[in-house]
């Protein structure tokens, strides 16, 4: 018997106010302005693991071709021409060639980049868990000869990373203490996080499960057995209204599977929403196909928290990607953890939160950096967060102010931090400070009874 072929609908890019061209002011080269499909071809031989649920979930012979398009920027034609001249917009295109062409070891990224020494020895001595891993996608936007770059210094392993200082541990937030069952976090009274998979399709340095993800073997990889008790747990507790799918990255799993998935946890009558934490959109765009979409919307209420770092990123395929999502009617949110010499700056979180707003993400958290073991050379003060809030609450629209949160050691959870904005209380005022500096009073006593306000 032949292969069974699935033609997905031709996709077009968003049309109007909601194009990438309008809504981030990308030139768009002559040659994408005209419609033209591009297919890319996914087979389960071709994918990594079964983990990913690439393809098929039951005939191996089955091949799904995706109608795609995507205008991407000066900075990525110019790396493709350079390091894979020979790769097909269909291939590049692809988000399965994208996972499957990580790059993932020192041979691989020493081609791509210049390796400082620090890099290459980093790099070399790995062992365990939290490999290298980087998108092709994503190397188009990294600086080939810049070890300061802000997204370099995020993605690619320093010898920082071996040295754990006080206060830091493997499992910072107690997850493993919180977790009933494997993979489910319970911690919130009305709400669990589902770790799904412990893949990424690229591996942030200072990620807070570096621990367990990307472990061959890992207990997070994934595993329909180890769904059905997570599922089993959700369906007995009624408590549970809101599921955060996490891992690893829900998004790395194939659409089937995660149809399945969803589908379970839809079931159940007492989850309200569901809600995926992913940085694919970030990372690998292409991910963000039709048939994607179109699976998500049936599952509403479907929320998504996405993983921005730094303006850097805002490139017109990730643009398209979100305004994909918001057009299918998932709310997004832009969740940032706080860096130093990264993103630690009030002009490059107001860059990177205007941006998001254009493209209809609603910045959501910006995380204190968690004392996961060898971070310390990422994490920046308390007081220097604040200052970045000071910086940006009331100089900018509240739409675009994150809250500041840390996640708590020991399982305590996020706690919200805000700039000092109440001086004290004299005569029976409140004593506000906004955001110039300047002093207000607020009457905050109940005014006597019998008492009338004259109009």
């Known amino acids: 018997m032949g292969k069974e072929v699935f033609l997905e609908e031709k996709e077009e890019p968003p049309s109007g106010a909601d194009s990438v061209a309008n809504v981030l002011n990308f030139p768009v080269p002559e040659q994408l302005q005209q ?12 994918c990594e693991s079964n983990s990913l649920g690439c393809g098929s979930t039951s005939n191996s012979n089955r091949i799904r071709i995706v109608s795609r398009q995507y205008q991407s920027g000066k900075r990525t034609n110019i790396f493709r021409q350079h390091f894979y001249p020979e790769i097909t917009d269909t291939q590049w ?8 062409n990580r ?18 020895t980093a790099i ?9 891993s980087v998108t092709p996608y994503y190397a188009s936007l990294i600086d080939r000869n810049d070890p300061s770059q802000a997204i370099r210094r995020t993605v690619i392993k320093v010898g920082e990373e071996n040295t ?5 541990s493997d499992d910072p937030l107690h997850e493993d203490n919180d977790s009933p069952v494997q993979g489910i976090v319970h911690r919130y009274p009305d709400r669990v996080l589902f770790l799904v998979t412990g893949t ?24 329909v057995n180890q769904w059905e008790r997570g599922i089993e747990y959700i369906r007995q507790h009624n408590e549970i209204r809101d599921v955060l799918l996490s891992g690893g990255d829900p998004l790395t799993i194939g659409d089937d599977k995660l149809d399945w998935l969803l589908s379970r946890l839809r079931a159940i009558p007492h989850v309200e929403i569901i809600r995926i934490g992913t940085k694919s959109p970030v990372v690998l765009p292409q991910r963000i196909t039709s048939g994607l979409v179109r699976m998500l919307k049936k599952h509403h209420p479907v929320w998504m928290s996405i993983h921005f770092t730094h303006p850097d990123e805002l ?9 994909r999502l918001a057009n299918a009617g998932i709310p997004l949110g832009s969740q940032t953890v706080l860096l130093k010499g990264i993103n630690d700056d009030v002009a490059i ?9 254009k493209i209809r993400v609603k910045p959501y958290y910006l995380y204190q950096c968690d004392p996961v073991a060898g971070s310390s050379h990422f994490r920046t003060t308390v007081s220097k967060g604040l200052d970045v809030i000071s910086g940006l609450r009331g100089f900018t629209s509240g739409y675009a102010v994150p809250h500041y949160v840390i996640d708590a050691p020991g399982g305590g959870g996020k706690i919200p931090l805000l700039p000092e904005t109440v001086v004290g209380f004299e005569n029976g005022n409140i004593l506000l400070r906004n955001f110039e500096g300047n002093i207000y009073r607020y009457p905050d006593s109940q005014p006597n009874s019998g008492e009338t306000r004259e109009q």
Request: charged content about 20%; proline content about 4%; some cysteine.
């Open 35 to 46: 419609p033209d499909s591009i297919f890319s071809v996914a087979s389960p031989e071709n």
């Open 124 to 132: 070399q001595n790995h062992s365990g868990s939290l490999p290298s």
């Open 164 to 168: 754990c200082t006080t206060g830091e």
């Open 349 to 357: 979180l107001k860059s990177l939160y205007h941006g998001l707003l």
């Open 103 to 120: 790059i993932k070891d020192l041979t691989g990224l020493s081609r791509l980049f210049n390796l400082s020494e620090n890099e290459f």
């Open 200 to 223: 990424c399709l690229v591996y942030c340095r200072y990620c807070t499960r570096s621990r367990m993800v990307g472990s061959k073997g890992g207990e997070y990889k994934f595993n």
């Open 93 to 100: 295109n692809s988000w399965q060639w994208q996972l499957q």
């Open 315 to 323: 490139t017109p395929e990730v643009a398209d990607a979100c305004v």
